[in-house]
């Protein structure tokens, strides 16, 4: 298991397009179509600070999710260097070139995306901040910054014990609506 980010080889082919495409941007052609330029450098550096994020996450579904950002950020860039080649600001081969190691990129992602959702770890290992919440049997000894003496609504966490309908789901999923009697929840 990789101990830092650097160590993916996700990561290692996404700083290959990104060093690939970034160097293309310089180019006088670009400064004509700011517009373009500035599309193509946030969807390329996205690609790179989603990965980073994600491999962060405390868990292993957590960082699928910024993986699946990382991969619409890749899809965007190809389709932006598709754009360039057809104005002119890169050659055909350029394209097909970057376009390539785009395509790697976004195979390697969904590759590692479908490996994270099927391990589904909810202890990635990156330290103690990695929290189990709903499964008390667990993280026993973690004490979490926002301490449960603060008044509730400032950082306090509800006991999620106390509300069988939250145990189990994962943090990132949305809040579930409660339906009482009589209308509005």
Do not use: C
Request: glycine content about 10%.
């Amino acid at each position: 298991m990789a101990k830092q980010v650097e160590e993916l080889e996700v990561w290692k082919r996404a700083t290959g397009f990104w060093k690939g495409v970034d160097g293309l941007l310089s180019r006088p052609a670009f400064d004509r179509d700011w517009k373009l330029r500035d599309q193509l450098r946030d969807a390329i550096d996205s690609i790179l600070s989603n990965i980073s994020e994600g491999f962060q996450q405390p868990t292993d579904r957590g960082f699928a999710k910024y993986l699946f950002d990382a991969k619409a950020s890749t899809a965007e860039a190809r389709q932006r260097l598709w754009m360039a080649a057809q104005r002119k600001y890169i050659t055909g081969a350029e394209y097909e070139r970057e376009n390539e190691v785009g395509d790697q990129v976004a195979r390697m992602t969904a590759g590692l995306i479908k490996y994270l959702i099927k391990s589904g770890r909810r202890d990635r290992g990156l330290g103690s901040h990695a929290v189990n919440f709903g499964r008390p049997e667990r993280n026993r000894s973690f004490t979490s910054p926002e301490s449960s003496t603060a008044p509730e609504g400032h950082g306090a966490q509800p006991d999620r014990q106390d509300q069988p309908e939250q145990r189990g789901r994962a943090l990132t999923d949305p809040p579930r609506q409660r339906s009482g009697k009589g209308g509005a929840s």
